[in-house]
């Protein structure tokens, strides 16, 4: 395993430090997200929101879509005004822009196999602006355009069509191996222990999806990726089992040990437990005194927070009941 050489100069990090804890304050508490689940409609939500950072971006928006684009913009300027600024190692800030790379190729993907404008599936928060996304792949850098033709090759069927049914999982594979790439190259321990736990999540996530498709176990092997607590071996082993049983074995594992064995094998509840898990690691690291945790905690909380307020918005206007809603509510206060 790569040794990760652990990075805490207080010159580098202080200002950024002292710049996260008075923007920690204006994070959202539970009793925002409160009044937003007993808010009348969604009308009175965004007047609650009106007095947030969320306000001007909300402003005038009606739709689903319109919430989706007004906290991708929160979301990208909070990565040039403070993620790009905050003078972290050049591989922390590639970390996250990684990931909307891979989550764009993979709305390229989706939107091929669907027959679909690829526009519709592409978001602002990539190392590239999202109409080159959106465009021919002869317009992606270099880097990228590799990246996507090791992709397709590994989703292109005997037809020579996408198989749609395989996209989540190859892709999922090659950016949590990336992310971890990334991660230990960065000298930040934390960011390292992230990617381990992304490669968790992806890998559980995996497992419970495979498991109530009832795959067999031959095509489900090849959706493990290893670097996680638990190994794609263990993961084997599991799935002989019942999936009641193998819930009970897993909650004893690894990154999984004490959570709700019922929860972790609920699609409905998966991603709650699996936000519990990485916001207790997030309080852990905003207890860190100088070093890249604090601000690497606060901009994974603002994109928790943006979620979880995605959630009520677009539940709201789609008429999802209050205690829907309450139920997947992530604990991001």
């Given at each position: 395993?790569?040794?990760v050489?652990?990075?805490?100069?207080?010159?580098?990090?202080?200002?950024?430090?002292?710049?996260?804890r008075?923007?920690?304050?204006?994070l959202?508490?539970?009793?925002?997200?409160?009044?937003?689940?007993?808010?009348?409609?969604?009308?009175?939500?965004?007047?609650?929101?009106?007095?947030?950072?969320?306000?001007?971006?909300?402003?005038?928006?009606?739709?689903?879509?319109?919430?989706?684009?007004?906290?991708?913009?929160?979301?990208s300027?909070?990565?040039?005004?403070?993620?790009?600024?905050?003078?972290?190692?050049?591989?922390?800030?590639?970390?996250?822009?990684?990931?909307?790379?891979?989550?764009?190729?993979?709305?390229?993907?989706?939107?091929?196999?669907?027959?679909?404008?690829?526009?519709?599936?592409?978001g602002?928060?990539?190392?590239?602006?999202?109409?080159?996304?959106?465009?021919?792949?002869?317009?992606?850098?270099?880097?990228?355009?590799?990246?996507?033709?090791?992709?397709?090759?590994?989703?292109?069927g005997?037809?020579?069509?996408?198989?749609?049914?395989?996209?989540?999982?190859?892709?999922?594979?090659?950016?949590?191996?990336?992310?971890?790439?990334?991660?230990?190259?960065s000298?930040?321990?934390?960011?390292?222990?992230?990617?381990?736990?992304?490669?968790?999540?992806?890998?559980?996530?995996?497992?419970?999806?495979?498991?109530?498709?009832?795959?067999?176990?031959?095509?489900?092997?090849?959706?493990?990726?290893?670097?996680?607590?638990?190994?794609?071996?263990?993961?084997?082993?599991?799935?002989?089992?019942?999936?009641?049983?193998?819930?009970?074995?897993?909650?004893?594992?690894?990154?999984?040990?004490?959570?709700?064995?019922?929860?972790?094998?609920?699609?409905?509840?998966?991603?709650?437990?699996?936000?519990?898990?990485?916001?207790?690691?997030?309080?852990?690291?905003?207890?860190?005194?100088?070093?890249?945790?604090?601000?690497?905690?606060?901009?994974?909380?603002?994109?928790?927070e943006?979620?979880?307020?995605?959630?009520?918005?677009?539940?709201?206007?789609?008429?999802?009941?209050?205690?829907?809603?309450?139920?997947?509510l992530?604990?991001?206060?």
């Amino acid at each position: 395993m790569s040794r990760v050489r652990p990075i805490y100069d207080p010159l580098r990090y202080g200002y950024a430090v002292g710049r996260v804890r008075v923007l920690e304050t204006k994070l959202l508490k539970r009793s925002y997200f409160e009044r937003l689940l007993d808010a009348s409609d969604f009308a009175e939500q965004r007047r609650i929101l009106s007095e947030t950072v969320y306000g001007g971006s909300l402003e005038g928006a009606l739709t689903a879509n319109d919430v989706e684009h007004a906290l991708d913009a929160g979301l990208s300027a909070l990565y040039q005004d403070f993620l790009e600024t905050a003078n972290l190692p050049v591989g922390i800030v590639s970390y996250f822009r990684t990931l909307h790379d891979y989550e764009n190729l993979r709305g390229r993907f989706k939107a091929e196999a669907l027959g679909i404008p690829a526009a519709e599936f592409i978001g602002p928060l990539g190392s590239v602006p999202a109409e080159v996304f959106a465009g021919p792949s002869a317009g992606l850098p270099r880097s990228l355009a590799a990246i996507e033709a090791k992709l397709r090759e590994a989703l292109t069927g005997e037809d020579g069509s996408i198989v749609i049914g395989e996209i989540d999982a190859v892709v999922d594979r090659q950016l949590q191996a990336e992310l971890l790439s990334i991660a230990q190259g960065s000298g930040s321990g934390f960011l390292a222990e992230l990617a381990r736990l992304g490669i968790d999540i992806r890998n559980a996530r995996a497992f419970v999806r495979a498991r109530i498709r009832d795959l067999p176990a031959a095509s489900a092997a090849r959706w493990f990726a290893p670097g996680g607590s638990v190994t794609p071996a263990e993961y084997a082993a599991l799935y002989k089992l019942p999936l009641a049983d193998a819930g009970n074995r897993l909650t004893a594992l690894g990154v999984f040990r004490g959570l709700d064995p019922e929860a972790l094998i609920d699609p409905a509840r998966f991603d709650v437990a699996m936000d519990s898990v990485v916001t207790r690691r997030l309080h852990v690291a905003r207890m860190v005194a100088i070093g890249p945790e604090p601000v690497l905690a606060y901009v994974l909380a603002r994109e928790a927070e943006a979620r979880a307020v995605r959630t009520l918005l677009v539940g709201k206007l789609a008429g999802v009941s209050t205690d829907v809603l309450r139920s997947r509510l992530r604990d991001v206060a």
